[in-house]
């Protein structure tokens, strides 16, 4: 993997955005100063990327880490030769410096599939994100918003899904108080 690419999987892991979202970022929507992305509608975009709903453009706060990583890529990679906006671009042959494609993004995930054995693509970091977030104790409509979703319960349902470890720990906490002990009866 190159700059570009370990950039692009981070991103995706820790914004938890769409693909198409982070083909449709541009480097006006890095927001240095505050540690944001903003994740913005602007049509048809000639990369085919798309912001998937209404619900969609938000913005989100990333880690200062992130921040360092995309202004020391953008540094490198947007020379004055590339004439593109989009943040995520061609690093080689005849297209170089134009916008990154859903397809570049589907043939990375493809390799990295291949060389690790772990089935891993864009929507299985966003899923991560989301799940760990919401273990970490993120309510729910904090989630939606991170998630670009019109309701919590679309994020609940189709994002979310609890660890056999998480699964686990909730129950170790929460069994004295929900179970009905021999003690407890002893006492009625």
């Not at 913005?40 to 880490?65: F, M, Q, W, Y």
């Not at 990583?69 to 134009?98: C, D, R």
Request: charged share 20%; with cysteine.
């Amino acid at each position: 993997c190159n700059q570009r690419d370990r950039l692009l999987v981070r991103l995706l892991y820790e914004s938890a955005i769409r693909v198409g979202e982070a083909l449709a970022l541009w480097v006006q929507d890095v927001d240095v100063a505050e540690n944001k992305l903003h994740v913005c509608d602007r049509g048809p975009l000639e990369n085919g990327a798309e912001i998937k709903t209404v619900h969609s453009p938000r913005s989100l706060d990333v880690s200062v880490d992130l921040i360092d990583e995309i202004v020391a890529y953008v540094g490198v990679a947007h020379t004055s030769e590339v004439e593109t906006n989009h943040l995520f671009i061609k690093q080689h042959g005849t297209q170089a410096g134009q916008a990154l494609t859903y397809a570049d993004v589907d043939s990375l995930f493809r390799r990295l599939r291949s060389r690790t054995g772990i089935a891993v693509t864009p929507h299985v970091l966003r899923h991560t994100m989301l799940t760990a977030l919401a273990e970490q104790g993120w309510a729910p409509e904090l989630l939606q918003e991170r998630a670009g979703h019109a309701s919590f319960q679309q994020t609940y349902q189709t994002y979310v899904h609890p660890s056999r470890e998480a699964l686990r720990a909730a129950w170790n906490q929460t069994q004295e108080q929900v179970c009905l002990s021999s003690s407890s009866r002893k006492n009625d």
